[in-house]
């Protein structure tokens, strides 16, 4: 009897620590990850104001291009980072402001490519496939669709010309 309940006990526990992992996974945020002119491996991992996130991963950004799984992509300006609000739902991440153009209301959100000004940056990089991919490079996978302009702020539209790499 004493065996039976050592086994149940044991089971218990086990399937506790499996749920409690999972659960712990679950809450985990992979973040967004910051390509360009920044070191390999940056990513956004919290909400807020993209203005203050990027102030605290890459102080001298100029333009953002914000890259939903679908290739759909937003390139904004230093004056708009403080308009655009970047929020997780479950497991996704997605942008949105009332001020600027619909178009920077990108959904899954998967990669924010950073131009810097390479003065500003010695030996900062980011590998893609091995090579060395700077903002001037990951803009050449994009075909420019249109401009749109809301409340003083412009808003370039791009779509991916092919889908080169898996999120």
Excluded: H
């Excluded at 390999?40 to 203050?52: D, N, R, V």
């Excluded at 390139?75 to 609000?85: D, K, M, N, P, V």
């Excluded at 980011?126 to 409340?151: A, H, M, P, V, Y």
């Amino acid at each position: 009897m004493d065996r039976k309940i050592k086994i149940n006990f044991t089971g218990i526990v086990i399937v506790a620590i499996l749920v409690l992992l999972l659960f712990l996974s679950a809450c985990e945020s992979n973040g967004i990850i910051l390509t360009g002119n920044i070191s390999a491996g940056a990513k956004i991992t919290e909400s807020g104001k993209l203005a203050q996130l990027l102030k605290e991963k890459a102080p001298f950004t100029e333009y953002a291009l914000l890259i939903g799984a679908d290739g759909t992509a937003a390139l904004i300006s230093e004056i708009s980072f403080s308009e655009i609000q970047l929020k997780k739902d479950k497991n996704s991440w997605y942008s949105s402001s009332e001020l600027l153009p619909p178009v920077c209301n990108i959904t899954d959100i998967r990669e924010i490519c950073i131009y810097q000004p390479v003065k500003r940056i010695i030996d900062i990089k980011t590998e893609k496939n091995g090579k060395i991919l700077l903002f001037s490079e990951r803009i050449k996978d994009f075909e420019l669709l249109g401009e749109s302009q809301k409340n003083g702020y412009p808003v370039r539209k791009y779509k991916i010309k092919k889908q080169e790499i898996e999120y």
